[in-house]
């Protein structure tokens, strides 16, 4: 059998109301995971948020930054680091550094913008 090769495309990275800039490199029906890679420009937090009955990984590939995972006290990542986040516990990411701060995001079951919940203002 052979294998099915996904090619990412830099040219497809969008800008999204989280306050970070993403590449969807693999959200496909039928695959039980997906695959983004985020951008997160210095001094920018991304958007308080948690995701309903989905797990998220990120896996930091360069810069750095502080996580914040529920009531959690914020944790610095930096590159070769995971952050887990299990559905429903409110995250967010804020990039300490003064490069882009850049990771992958894995999503099990796949991400679908009706899991994804705004917690800012509430």
């Known amino acids: 059998m052979e294998p ?12 999204t ?9 693999m959200n496909q029906p039928g695959i039980d995971f997906s695959i983004a890679r985020a951008r997160v420009e210095p001094g920018v937090s ?16 360069s810069g750095q930054g502080l996580v914040r995972c529920g009531d ?6 930096k590159p070769t680091d995971i ?15 003064d490069e882009d701060l850049i990771f992958l995001c894995v999503c099990v079951p796949r991400f679908r ?7 800012e203002g509430h």
């Open 83 to 97: 952050v887990l986040y299990k559905p429903g516990v409110p995250q967010s990411i804020t990039n300490t550094g």
């Open 4 to 15: 099915t090769i996904f090619h990412t495309q830099e040219s497809a990275e969008y800008c």
């Open 72 to 77: 959690q006290k914020e944790i610095i990542v």
């Open 46 to 61: 991304t958007v308080l948020h948690s995701l309903h009955e989905t797990n998220e990984a990120y896996y930091i590939l």
């Open 17 to 25: 109301p989280e306050r970070c800039h993403i590449i969807e490199v």
């Open 113 to 119: 913008e009706e899991v994804y919940i705004n917690l």
